[in-house]
């Protein structure tokens, strides 16, 4: 069982960034790919990114070219960069591995990001 455990969520201002990072209780080096989802109020939970092992990387449409994510197999890390916020940014953002085509096997608890002026 790996545990996830997120951090550097909080509120920004429309515009700011704010760079997320997930600590895994183990080696994720195995797992092909992480990700991060999210909950909006009100909304569907939705996958923002993932990476995968070989380095290929996704993105939801919402956030090209504003996020970036990437993973440290050697730390059993997974960071997301947000850039250039926004409102609709605004939600629950859960650290996820071993993502499958609806889901993950594991969840981080996770951390509330709030963008607003």
């Known amino acids: 069982q790996v545990r996830l455990v997120e951090s550097g969520g909080g509120l920004v201002q429309p515009g700011g960034s704010l760079q997320l990072s997930c600590t895994a209780s183990e080696s994720i080096a195995s797992i092909n790919v992480v990700g991060w989802y999210r909950q909006a109020p009100g909304k569907q939970r939705e996958l923002v990114a993932s990476?995968?092992?070989?380095?290929?990387?996704y993105y939801t449409d919402s956030v090209k070219g504003r996020f970036i994510i990437s993973r440290d197999n050697a730390k059993s890390t997974v960071s997301l960069q947000m850039n250039s916020l926004k409102s609709e940014d605004t939600g629950v953002y859960y650290c996820?591995?071993?993502?499958?085509?609806?889901?993950?096997?594991?969840w981080g608890q996770g951390t509330q990001v709030t963008v607003s002026s």
């Open positions: 990476v995968r092992n070989s380095g290929y990387t």
């Open positions: 996820v591995a071993d993502l499958y085509p609806t889901g993950a096997h594991y």
